[in-house]
């Protein structure tokens, strides 16, 4: 017969689903206000959100660290928090950009913004846990919202997009789970501290090894697809190119990173146990993921899309530091990912600064390098501020992302994998080919004759937020140490 | 019994799926994926998951496959779709791979011995009330996401599918950029 | 007596079914069937490994991607009805302006 | 002024900054003056240096990420001192004879950021903050060649990037692994060059960083056969290019092993004395027959910079004071006489538009002040005795043959060699005939010209007869150098191959 | 005593640098008095030192240190001894009157000021060369000559390039790039000693140097004297490095008469004189040496023969005069070359002006076949080159006479009877062919009025400047007793053994006997008018002489055209085909790699939904193998 449960408030411990809560909140008051009048402007929407995500970013740095809660459901450790915050930090910077001076359909949903809430709040459930039915919903959650604001775009670009993301985000959904059963089945659950342990305690019984790395390897697909590992990429350029640029950028940092967290979850705590296969997988997929990125990235001919296979070849780079095992390679990815937010958030709001709305310089693509030729003659400012993120993301110091290169190269030495830190410095090397090639066009190239005023979508926030990165982009040497530690010290502390 | 019904029940939900994945009818892929729902269904009766098994006819057969009906008309797709589908041997190469690679880590022993349980099943209790036991404490957060995933979902659905999306205003120039209003460029 | 082998064996069979069908259809209606298929696969494998050990965690997981699946239909066809408005076309070789 | 150095760096960088306020009207002055100071700031760096102690001088240090011990640490020795010194004359130099080129704002406003990452780099003693300025430096050069050279620019700008910026890449690696060791024995993390100096390496462990140290100099260098991007870059090149290029930045390869490869490998170097030794020869002759075989004059000086190079890498693999600090006085004195022959080939392209051999001859009699200095830098360059060039590059080949007799004489076919290319640059143009009716008309130097070229002569002279302000410094930072590097050396053979000089032995 | 050597030795400095000063601007007849004044004051205070060296001592200053690193320690010091003092003075002298008529020689000349200022220099560098204190400071003169040469012998820059057929000299420019790059190949040579010596004796200081010679083992030194004289041989155009000399006569006649003849190229003379008591060690060295110079004694000699271009046949018997001085020096008779060296520059230099006297009354005319009877217009010319080629020839009681004659003596002494016979034989040659050109261009018929020239004497005071070299190349010869004296106070005394005393009457005898021989065959030929037979001019030897030993040719055939056409390969083949065709290819296929992979994103949703499909597989083909491997 059944017990009753007794449940105490106390050990729910409900404040590690404050931050959730917030958010959430924040998206009904959205469709509340929608439903009480209409026709607001969206600007009002921009900073509700803002400010929504701001109360959100308070509550998550108020959490305790390491606590878990609701029947050991959430788990708010230090790498969930570091990448709430920066999950939080992101949407801040990257919702402003919806307060451009020319009118985009998304930006005329109220719902837009509580979609943006949502999936916010997906991919904070999807970090703050290790419990995979967790991990899965708020990843489901936060990508059909995905789907939607990048379909909501509503160029034909954007449908395509959508489509596209969205069947194989389906596919991968299914490798996802088929995964997550391999795991079950051979633990009994579904609770990755749980299953490490029945993992290591299982690890020597033979023919064990196959369903281990075969879960692992279902899993990896799916991880692999939303951190667009090569070969499961191959949305990604498609999507950012269709997407509008504030959500290509948005998608090129958020997902990624709360994957990532995801990935630290259950991959390294295969490459932990010490299973070769899973960490010559990751190795084997970070080295071909950033290499074939950066040849395909340069031949393009757009800036966008260039930028999406970049940001390819940089979620390898990171990747790589997933199979090294050390408290100094998780805490790189927390770093570069942190750095490189500032960076692409800079490189794709010049993108949206530049869109007009007809393509005016090519049949296809918005940002053309032609679009960009002699930039320096028409708008200097401008040309000297997309060649600082260009130069960042090449990893040219002192710029920002350099220094996380400089530490995810230095924890794969110092793991030892040097060939794999060499393979890592060549591929810098390439890909610093096509981000030049933006700044010839830029700098070296005439302006074309009878080119108009390139800033169409220009307005103040915009201009802000550019600002805001050209300084951390710039300045990031000086704010290297307290981040430094902090990251360190949130991860050490995960027990990672 | 049990196995003849579990036999029974494989052959039945895989040949119906087959012909979901090779038929040229949309109707027919239609109906004999419903089919499967329901023999599927079927299958977690016979292993006990009574509440899964209802679901699974609810959610699946009445509410999956009477929005795929409604798209289906809406579509226009009634009879048989013209597809240039891929090479069959790519296909049955790489479904025939993927077909051995599953098989090869779900046939592991291992899976399934050994286990010791999360979450017993109680004795005694029958199946929707077990699950809503560990639904509802466990579970209740996933359980109120999964419904910030279905108001998504929702809201998602009416955007997409409403009216406003027809003009797009990331198309119709305002202000200075006059010309060309509103043209769709595909 | 039908061991879990078969049962998983079954989903693995299933799930191949389903990469068969994603893989080769053009038309994306049909497509999402075949993604549902494999989500399918999937309640069957947590179903029966559920059933086998004992544990209601599977059956958790299973119910979860139901609810999934029942979503992931609604944005699919919101989605499929967008285009097909736009475009009158379900065929996703109609749809492959974004290449290279 | 104990920060000098930061000074020194900050200066022009702020310059720089507050030049894109200026109009552009003025900007000549403006950038005239800032580099003016800055020299002469150098000039009193060098008065306040303390000549009799051989270590780093006007430290400064200050921790930016002192968890993973990357420090704004700064200091010179007599070995780096007379570089910055250099890099700013030379700086101050070029902007005094650019001519009227489009955008002069814009190419003031590089130079002077190019100026903060030159001085950067060799004032630098962490390891990280040197690579911030060694990368930092390609930006400006970039664009000063992507934009203001010739036919070939983009393909000679990108070139020059993308060579160098992987070379320098591998080097990196190699210093992060530099810095694992360190914390490896230390515990700490540190970039910190006298830290790394006092970390004794496995001889198998210096080996490999070797050659990854070794990578990133000699395609600085550049070494053969890693050289190719120069003769783009310098063809290219507008003539301020060239003269900052082959003056300054090509010296930062050779500073680089000077200042890491010998003291923190010692072993290694010695072990690969052989490989590198073939190599600077193969510079020496082979670049100097390519030098001859050009028909463009800018091309010539090009090649020639490669072929000088090589005499300074066998100088610094000399692994005595004498070659060491021969290859350091080579370094400014190639800066010199390089930067000066890059100058005065810009003078007759500024006029004629053309740097083709074939379209000049006759030179001497229609321009007579200009031959006269392009023979004075031609003697200085073929190494003639009482000009600059000579002091090093024979101290360069005599400290090598303490090493390699052999080798040291095939090397000292630069000097034969260097004099047929350059004496049949001058003949071709500047003796003979007058050909062209258009070179009979061509004004000789003007004022602006002759501000620059003439103290470069000066110079010339001067340190050809009397190097000893310059050189003794150095030579006391250089003996310390081996001193430093005989004790650390482990294996019997670098033990034997490092030659510390008799004078620091009897002080011991 | 110091002020002495520093006026000595920067006078011509100042001389040059003032009249560079007026460098660039027309004639200026300041720039030129000034110079040869300046030249006087040195010549003077040279002329003091060597008093003061004859009867006080050698004098020693150090102005400062020049080069110092590491144990290096090179400072500019100066030592006038015995050798130097001799060197100076002849130097200075015969500069002191190449300076004076230069400024006859140059007048009409554009570059006047200009010229003056070279030459000034290079007697500064010469004098450093005689007076420095160590091997580097030695260098510093030795190329400071080979500049100041260059910049001479190429000083009517203006000219074209010719064929060789035109000019066997090509050129000015020419010849002086020539002169230069031979030199530097001999120099590398020179360097290498220099080497070898620092790092065995850890200093470059001549008497630090000789005093360990004893120390140092056989081997070294002779390598040390062998690479020391390679630098010789360059700079005194020793086969195989002679080509440059003959080619040099492009330059002003004053600049041969100063630099070819007289100072520059006995420099190798001097440093194997300076380093005797290196060479007295190692015998087998000094016996190369000698066979090397006796062997261009008679190689040059014979080129002479057929010569009809003035100034080259001077040059030739130029080179043959070094012949000798080498072979002397060789065989240990140091002060017997030295003796030599200043005797050949008296005589040699003045046999140059004269020549020049020539030139300049022939409007630059230089074949000798289209001169004669010169003397009924330029009597004093006549005379000066008349005393100078008996000089030359070794005619009693002329100067050469004495320095030659104890040359032959020397080598008879030494049992060395080849090296006497060539050096004999060679006596005679030079008779021959010094009194050839003087028959051809002073006596015989008046050729060059079918040439429409109308020679004439040149300006007194230019006469009176040759003087005192006419003086001294009759009267040098009587003072060798003095000299002996002098200079044996630094260099070992060179004493014939009794045998050879004993045989002295006869081989003066013979040697007198083979000179005026060759004068007598050069009257009977020459002394009425210019036969030319077509079939001698055809044979193959007089082609084989009048081309030099096509050596010059080879040297182009075999040096420098392939090394042309190789460096033109490096440049094509190898730089741009290999070299950098290798990078370009890696930037390359790295960019039809992108090519290449961007068609999997083929745009269409069906394939990518396959790559997912085949990812999975191949992530299990990949995880098979790591197992498989373990």
């Known amino acids: 017969m059944l017990q009753p449960i007794s449940v105490s408030l106390a050990k729910l411990n409900l404040i590690t689903l404050s931050p959730m809560l917030v958010v959430v909140g924040g998206a009904l008051l959205i469709l509340l206000i929608d439903l009480l009048k209409k026709d607001l402007d969206k600007s009002l929407y921009v900073m509700l959100s803002v400010l929504v995500l701001f109360v959100d970013f308070g509550a998550t740095l108020s959490l305790g660290i390491n606590e878990r809660g609701f029947f050991d459901v959430m788990l708010e450790d230090g790498i969930s928090i ?52 967790m991990i899965f919903i708020g990843l489901e959650t936060a990508s059909l919202a995905l789907y939607t604001l990048i379909a909501m775009h509503n160029t034909p670009g954007s449908h395509e997009a959508a489509i596209k993301y969205f069947t194989m985000g389906a596919m991968a959904a299914g490798f996802f789970v088929m995964g997550a059963a391999v795991v079950y089945g051979l633990t009994g659950s579904v609770e990755l501290y749980d299953v490490a342990k029945v993992f290591e305690a299982r690890m020597a019984e033979p023919g064990f090894a196959i369903p281990l790395i075969g879960g692992a390897l279902l899993l990896m697909v799916a991880i692999g697809f939303k951190v ?48 070769e296969a899973v960490r010559w997988m990751i190795i084997i997929l970070a080295v071909v993921t950033m290499t074939l990125s950066n040849m395909m990235a340069i031949v393009q001919e757009d800036v966008k899309r260039m930028l999406a296979y970049s940001s390819i070849s940089h979620a390898g780079f990171v990747m790589a530091a997933l199979a090294l095992d050390t408290t100094k390679a998780y805490s ?145 040497v000086f704010v290297m140490q307290p981040l430094l530690s902090y990251i360190n010290y949130m991860v050490s502390v995960s027990g990672y | 019994m049990e196995t003849f019904a579990f036999y029974l029940f494989s052959i039945l939900i895989a040949g119906l799926f087959l012909v979901t994945v090779l038929s040229r009818n949309v109707l027919y892929a239609m109906t004999s994926l419903a089919a499967g729902m329901v023999l599927i269904s079927g299958l977690f009766f016979i292993l006990g998951a009574d509440f899964l098994g209802v679901v699974q006819l609810i959610v699946y057969v009445g509410a999956v496959m009477a929005l795929y009906a409604f798209g289906m008309m809406f579509f226009d797709a009634t009879g048989v779709v013209k597809e240039r589908n891929t090479p069959a041997l790519l296909v049955f190469l790489l479904g025939g791979l993927s077909a051995v690679m599953l098989v090869v880590i779900f046939a592991a022993p291992a899976i399934g011995s050994h286990v010791t349980p999360s979450f017993r099943t109680p004795q005694g209790v029958d199946n929707p009330h077990a699950v809503g036991l560990v639904l509802f404490t466990k579970y209740l957060v996933p359980f109120e996401v999964a419904a910030v995933m279905l108001l998504v979902a929702m809201i998602a659905g009416i955007i997409l599918a409403g009216k406003k999306m027809d003009t797009s205003l990331s198309k119709i120039s305002d202000g200075e950029e006059s010309q060309a209003a509103g043209k769709e460029e595909r | ?11 693995a069979i299933l ?86 | 002024m104990e920060n000098i150095l930061s000074v020194l760096i900050f200066f022009p960088l702020v310059a720089a900054l507050l030049g894109f306020l200026v109009k552009p009207q003025s900007i000549r002055a403006y950038g005239i003056t800032v580099a003016a100071i800055e020299f002469v700031l150098t000039l009193w760096l060098w008065m306040s240096f303390d000549a009799s102690d051989g270590g780093f001088q006007f430290i400064e240090f200050f921790p930016l990420v002192s968890s993973f011990g990357i420090n704004y640490y700064l200091g010179v020795d ?32 590089s130079l002077l950021f190019l100026e903060v990452a030159m001085v950067g780099v060799f004032v630098s003693l962490d390891a990280i903050v040197f690579y911030l300025f060694w990368e930092f430096s390609l930006v400006p050069m970039l664009y000063i060649i992507g934009y203001w050279g010739g036919e070939k620019r983009l393909y000679a700008a990108i070139k020059f990037f993308l060579y160098t910026f992987a070379g320098s890449l591998i080097m990196l690696v190699g210093m992060l692994y530099v810095a694992y060791v360190y914390h490896e024995v230390t515990g700490n993390w540190s970039f910190s060059l006298t830290d790394w100096y006092a970390l004794v390496l496995p001889i198998s462990v210096q080996k490999w960083l070797f050659w990854a140290f070794f990578l990133g100099f000699a395609i600085k260098v550049p070494m053969f056969p890693f050289h190719t991007w120069l003769p783009y870059a310098h063809g290219q090149a507008p003539t301020i290019g060239s003269v900052i290029l082959a003056a300054v930045l090509l010296k930062m390869g050779t500073y680089g092993f000077v200042r890491f490869s010998l003291p923190m490998f010692p072993d290694a170097s010695v072990a690969y004395i052989l490989p590198v030794g073939v190599i600077a020869i193969i510079m020496i002759i082979y670049t100097a027959m390519v030098a001859y075989a050009q028909k463009d004059m800018k091309q010539v000086v090009a090649y020639s910079s490669i072929s000088h190079m090589g005499v300074i890498v066998l100088g610094t693999f000399a692994m005595n004071p004498e070659g060491i600090a021969g290859s350091v006085f080579l370094m400014l004195s190639h800066g010199i006489v390089s930067g000066a022959l890059f100058l005065l080939v810009g003078v007759i392209y500024d006029r004629r538009h053309t740097k083709l051999m074939s379209e000049f001859g006759g030179l001497a009699a229609v321009m007579p002040k200009y031959a006269l200095i392009f023979g004075i830098m031609l003697m200085a360059s073929v190494g003639l005795p009482l000009t600059i060039g000579f002091v090093g590059e024979y101290l360069s080949l005599a400290g090598f043959f303490k090493v390699s007799p052999v080798m040291t004489a095939l090397g000292g076919f630069s000097v034969i060699l260097g004099a047929v290319y350059m004496l049949s640059l001058y003949k071709k143009s500047f003796f003979g005939p007058v050909t062209k009716e258009e070179n009979k008309v061509l004004p000789d130097l003007n004022g602006r010209e002759l501000a620059a070229l003439v103290p470069l002569a000066a110079i010339v002279v001067w340190l050809g007869v009397y190097p000893k302000p310059v050189l003794g410094p150095i030579d006391t930072s250089v003996k310390a150098l081996v001193q430093f590097m005989d004790t650390k050396a482990q294996t019997p053979e670098a033990k034997r191959v490092i030659h510390v000089s008799k004078s620091t032995k009897e002080a011991k | 005593m110091e002020g002495l050597v520093y006026t000595a030795l920067f006078a011509p400095l100042a001389g040059s640098l003032f009249a560079a000063l007026f460098g660039m601007r027309p004639k200026t007849l300041l720039t030129g008095v000034v110079t040869s004044l300046l030249l006087l004051v040195s010549f003077i205070a040279s002329t003091a030192l060597l008093w003061h060296v004859m009867h006080v001592g050698p004098v020693h200053v150090k102005l400062m240190d020049w080069i110092v690193a590491g144990d290096m320690s090179i400072p500019f010091g100066f030592n006038v001894d015995q050798v ?53 400071g030695l260098f510093i003169g030795w190329e400071g000559v080979g500049v100041c040469s260059w910049l001479l012998i190429g000083f009517w820059y203006h000219k074209p390039d010719v064929t060789r057929d035109e000019n066997p000299s090509i050129s000015p420019s020419w010849a002086a790039n020539e002169a230069f790059i031979m030199n530097r190949i001999a120099d590398l040579g020179m360097l290498i000693g220099i080497f070898l010596i620092y790092w065995n004796v850890g200093s470059l200081q001549y008497d630090a140097v000789f005093a360990a010679v004893p120390h140092l083992s056989h081997a070294l030194l002779v390598a040390i004297g062998v690479f020391l004289f390679i630098g010789a041989m360059g700079k005194s155009a020793q086969f195989p490095l002679h080509t440059w000399l003959a080619d040099a006569m492009e330059g002003p006649t004053p600049v041969s008469a100063l630099i070819h003849a007289a100072t520059m190229v006995t420099a190798g003379v001097y440093l194997v004189i300076r380093a005797h008591p290196l060479y007295s060690a190692v015998p087998g060295v000094g016996y190369f040496v000698a066979v090397v110079g006796t062997f261009v004694a008679i190689f040059a000699a014979s080129m002479a023969l057929v010569n009809r271009d003035l100034k080259r046949i001077i040059a030739y018997s130029t080179l043959s005069q070094l012949g000798y001085m080498f072979a002397a020096a060789g065989l240990g008779a140091y002060w017997v070359a030295l003796f030599h060296l200043a005797a050949h520059a008296f005589f040699k230099a003045l046999l140059f002006l004269g020549a020049g006297n020539v030139m300049h009354a022939m409007h630059d005319e230089l074949d000798i076949f289209k001169m004669g009877g010169l003397k009924k217009v330029m009597k004093w010319t006549y005379i000066y080159m008349g005393v100078a080629s008996l000089a030359l020839a070794g005619i009693w009681p002329f100067a050469g006479f004495y320095s030659k004659d104890t040359i032959l003596e020397v080598a008879f002494n030494e049992h060395t009877y080849g090296i006497w016979f060539v050096l004999w034989l060679t006596a005679g040659l030079t008779a021959f062919y010094s009194f050839r050109l003087v028959f051809l261009a002073f006596w015989s018929d008046e050729r060059y009025k079918c040439y429409g020239f109308h020679p004439h004497e040149v300006q007194r005071y230019v006469l009176w400047a040759m003087f005192p070299l006419g003086l001294l190349a009759v009267i040098f010869g009587w003072y060798k007793e003095e000299f002996v004296d002098f200079v044996t106070g630094l260099l070992p005394a060179y004493e014939v053994s009794e045998h050879t005393h004993h045989m002295l009457p006869i081989l003066v005898t013979v040697t007198l006997a083979i000179a005026i021989g060759g004068i007598v065959v050069a009257y009977v030929m020459y002394h009425k008018r210019l036969k030319r037979s077509e079939k001698v001019e055809a044979s193959l030897p007089y082609r084989i002489l009048y081309n030099q030993y096509y050596i010059p040719i080879l040297y182009e055939k075999v040096f420098a055209k392939p090394y042309a056409e190789l460096s033109d390969i490096a440049w094509k083949e190898i730089d741009l085909q290999v070299v950098d065709a290798t990078v370009d290819g890696i930037a390359k296929v790295v960019e039809e790699s992108g090519d290449a992979t961007r068609r999997m994103q083929s745009g269409n949703l069906s394939d990518y939904l396959k790559w997912m499909a085949g990812g999975a597989i191949a992530l299990a083909i990949l995880a098979v193998i790591v197992v498989a491997n373990g």
């Open chain 1, 82 to 133: 570091l990448a709430q915050l920066t999950i939080l930090i992101a949407s801040m910077l990257f919702i402003p950009l919806a307060l451009t001076s020319k009118r985009f359909h998304e930006y005329s949903y109220p719902e837009f913004f509580a979609l943006f809430l949502f999936m916010i709040a997906g991919f904070q459930f999807m970090v703050a846990t290790d419990n995979l039915i």
């Open chain 1, 228 to 275: 667009s590992l090569i070969p499961f990429h191959l949305w990604t350029p498609d999507v950012y190119e269709g997407a509008s640029a504030p959500m290509a950028g948005y998608m090129s940092i958020v997902p990624k990173i709360t994957m990532m967290v995801v990935a630290m979850r259950v991959l390294a705590m295969y490459v932990d146990m010490g299973v």
């Open chain 1, 332 to 476: 790189s990815i927390f770093l570069y990912y942190g750095l490189f937010l500032f960076t692409n958030l800079g490189a794709f709001t010049m993108l949206w600064i530049t869109r007009h709305k007809q393509k005016r310089y090519h049949h296809r693509f918005h940002h053309p390098y032609e679009k960009f030729s002699g930039l320096i003659h028409t708008s200097p400012m401008g040309a000297v501020i997309m060649a600082i993120f260009m130069l960042s993301l090449t990893g040219v110091p002192p710029f920002s992302l350099f220094w996380g290169k400089l530490y995810v190269i230095s924890a794969t030495v110092d793991a030892g994998y040097i060939w794999l830190a060499i393979v890592m410095a060549l591929n810098s090397a390439i890909a610093a080919y096509y981000y030049l090639k933006l700044i010839v066009y830029m700098f070296l190239k005439p302006p074309v004759p009878g080119v108009e005023a390139i800033a169409a979508n220009a307005s103040r926030p915009l201009m802000v937020i550019v600002g805001i990165s050209v300084a951390v982009t710039v300045f990031s």
């Open chain 3, 1 to 11: 007596m039908i061991g879990l082998s078969h049962y998983l064996i079954l989903a």
């Open chain 3, 15 to 100: 799930f191949a079914i389903g990469i068969v069908g994603v893989i080769r259809r053009k038309n994306l209606l049909m497509l999402f069937f075949a993604t549902e298929i494999m989500l399918n696969a999937a309640n069957i494998a947590f179903a029966a490994i559920s059933s086998y050990t004992g544990d209601l965690g599977g059956q958790m997981f299973a119910f979860f991607i139901i609810a999934v699946a029942a979503s992931e239909v609604a944005v699919g066809l919101g989605l499929l009805i967008l285009i097909y408005r736009k475009y009158g076309t379900l065929d996703l070789d109609n749809f492959t302006m974004l290449k290279g």
């Open chain 4, 78 to 109: 007599g070995i780096s001192l007379f570089i910055v010194v250099m890099t700013a004359l030379m700086t101050l130099l070029g902007i005094v004879t650019l001519g009227e080129v489009k955008k002069l704002k814009n190419m003031i406003i």
């Open chain 5, 84 to 136: 130097t003092a001799v060197m100076m003075t002849v130097v200075t002298l015969v500069s002191t009157v190449v300076h004076i008529y230069s400024n006859g020689y140059m007048e009409h000349d554009k570059g006047f000021n200009r010229f003056f200022s070279y030459l000034s220099a290079f007697v500064f560098s010469m004098l450093v060369l005689v007076m420095s204190d160590n091997f580097l």
